[in-house]
């Protein structure tokens, strides 16, 4: 008997309220926007929430005026791909925050949303460089577990919180994926929602990008027999915890 005899992989598209935690505007589109598109075909109830401002996507404009332009671009390609609502975290952009703080805002998200499934970045992709990703990927794996447990954020809270079990967990800009999703029909629209996100793409990287996610969506498409596909790495919550079986699932 193996894990998946105990534990069948997931069925992304059954899930019908969708969270996705990117640690900052346009990760998601980026990750996972044909899939989203994919939801959103499907009728799912898509929720964004976003770690950092994006003060510090430019060296050109001022951060309060980056932080305007970004925050526009980011309803405007996730209302595109079917995002219906979205949360920002009270988090400053002048400072790497710690798990701690994201966790702690991540788990009232959680709460609030009520998602059946959380996709958000893979932290343990090797070579990853930005911190702000390592540790959104690993604040969002505890926010989930912690979000169904009513002693969490403290013991002695004045009223009891509205606890929520969320049932997977998925990871997008991963190396060791384990569900491959075809997007043959959205990849088209996923670059168009990427590049909605005007203020971080100049002419050169507008190239470079589309030709990096093209050659990527069409090596996992090969995968799976179509044309393009988007990779995830998925695990069920029960997995995340003491499951020496999560690595190679």
């Given at each position: ?6 534990l069948?992989?997931?069925d992304i598209?059954?899930?019908k309220?969708?969270?996705?935690v990117?640690p900052?505007?346009?990760d998601?589109?980026i990750?996972m926007?044909g899939?989203?598109l ?50 920002q ?71 009891e919180?509205?606890?929520h ?13 384990n ?10 629209k ?8 005007e ?25 799976l ?20 079986e999560?690595?190679?699932?």
């Amino acid at each position: 008997m193996k894990i998946h005899d105990v534990l069948p992989i997931p069925d992304i598209l059954k899930y019908k309220t969708i969270l996705c935690v990117q640690p900052h505007p346009d990760d998601n589109e980026i990750g996972m926007g044909g899939t989203l598109l994919r939801f959103k075909t499907l009728g799912a109830n898509i929720a964004y929430c976003t770690v950092s401002q994006g003060k510090g996507g430019s060296n050109t404009l001022r951060s309060e005026e980056l932080v305007k332009i970004r925050q526009e671009e980011l309803r405007n390609a996730g209302s595109f791909v079917g995002a219906t609502s979205f949360h920002q975290l009270n988090l400053s952009d002048s400072h790497y925050p710690d798990e701690k703080e994201i966790t702690e805002q991540l788990v009232a998200v959680i709460r609030d949303v009520k998602p059946d499934i959380v996709f958000t970045v893979d932290p343990y992709l090797m070579y990853e460089a930005h911190p702000t990703h390592r540790k959104t990927g690993m604040a969002v794996l505890e926010a989930c577990m912690f979000a169904s447990m009513n002693h969490f954020p403290k013991p002695d809270a004045s009223t009891e919180p509205k606890v929520h079990r969320v049932e997977a967990i998925g990871f997008y800009a991963s190396a060791k994926p384990n569900v491959l999703i075809d997007i043959t029909d959205t990849f088209e629209k996923k670059l168009e929602a990427i590049f909605k996100h005007e203020s971080q793409f100049d002419a050169p990287a507008h190239v470079q990008l589309s030709q990096y996610l093209t050659m990527q969506a069409m090596n996992f498409g090969q995968k799976l027999n179509v044309s393009t596909a988007e990779a995830f790495k998925v695990l069920p919550m029960v997995l995340t915890h003491m499951m020496i079986e999560s690595e190679t699932y």
